[in-house]
């Protein structure tokens, strides 16, 4: 089943904060976040796993809540370039490999 | 690095039509999957595949056949092409699919089917 997002569209000024959340109906065993521009191929931001252990390559941090099966991207300071299109993916309590996605927030930083 | 590879990057098609869209990875990963974005819809699993050999159906897999012809390619075709399957695939990868591996997209493949 596919994670929900919220919100689904987010409009900022450089500078301010955002706030992206993902949950589940399913007992998560992690947490995709990815990032989209127009035009483009999906980018991996991070993964947040079981136990509090998170990986990621960008100064973005998340939150990852397995008994509420919720995840929260944090975006501070924003800046011009965190605009496109944010997704989570989750595996599910399957883990089966499968990555499911959520429908996607968009965000757009204006100067 | 090429990373992973799709083709073509853009098809027209009418209705009835079949196609194969190639998709490869230089990156020695066992999991392939391929996903479809519709406006408002995100990213759609079609099909998974876990290492070679092996293809498990995603969550809109009618319409669609794979193909994991080696641990590099991973091939989606249509056989029938509908309006409905008007979308932009992408092909993805990841090192071992399990809840550490980040995946790595391709550029997408636009189709329209007329």
């Known amino acids: 089943q596919q994670p929900v997002q919220s919100p689904q569209a987010v409009i900022l000024r450089e500078g301010e904060d955002a706030v992206i959340n993902c949950s589940s109906s399913?007992?998560?065993?992690?947490v995709h976040w990815y990032r989209q521009k127009h035009g483009e191929a999906p980018v991996f931001l991070m993964i947040l796993l079981k136990g509090g252990e998170q990986k990621g390559h960008e100064k973005i941090s998340a939150s990852f809540n397995e008994k509420k099966q919720q995840s929260s991207l944090y975006l501070t300071a924003s800046q011009l370039s965190y605009s496109g299109t944010y997704f989570c993916?989750?595996?599910?309590?399957?883990?089966?490999?499968?990555?499911?996605f959520g429908q996607g927030t968009t965000l757009q930083v204006k100067p | 690095n090429a990373g992973v590879t799709q083709t073509p990057k853009f098809q027209v098609l009418k209705t009835g039509q079949s196609m194969t869209l190639q998709c490869a990875q230089d990156m020695n990963h066992n999991s392939m999957y391929w996903y479809r974005q519709d406006p408002g819809m995100g990213l759609r699993l079609i099909y998974y595949?876990?290492?070679?050999?092996?293809?498990d159906k995603g969550e809109v897999p009618n319409g669609y056949n794979v193909s994991r012809l080696n641990k590099r390619e991973f091939s989606l075709r249509l056989e029938s092409a509908a309006p409905s399957q008007t979308s932009v695939y992408f092909c993805?990868?990841?090192?071992?699919?399990?809840?550490?591996?980040?995946?790595?997209f391709g550029e997408g493949s636009r189709l329209t089917v007329l």
């Open positions: 399913k007992a998560l065993y992690s």
């Open positions: 993916g989750t595996y599910g309590s399957s883990n089966t490999g499968k990555l499911i």
């Open positions: 993805a990868s990841s090192k071992d699919g399990r809840n550490t591996g980040e995946l790595f």
């Open positions: 595949s876990a290492s070679e050999g092996t293809t």
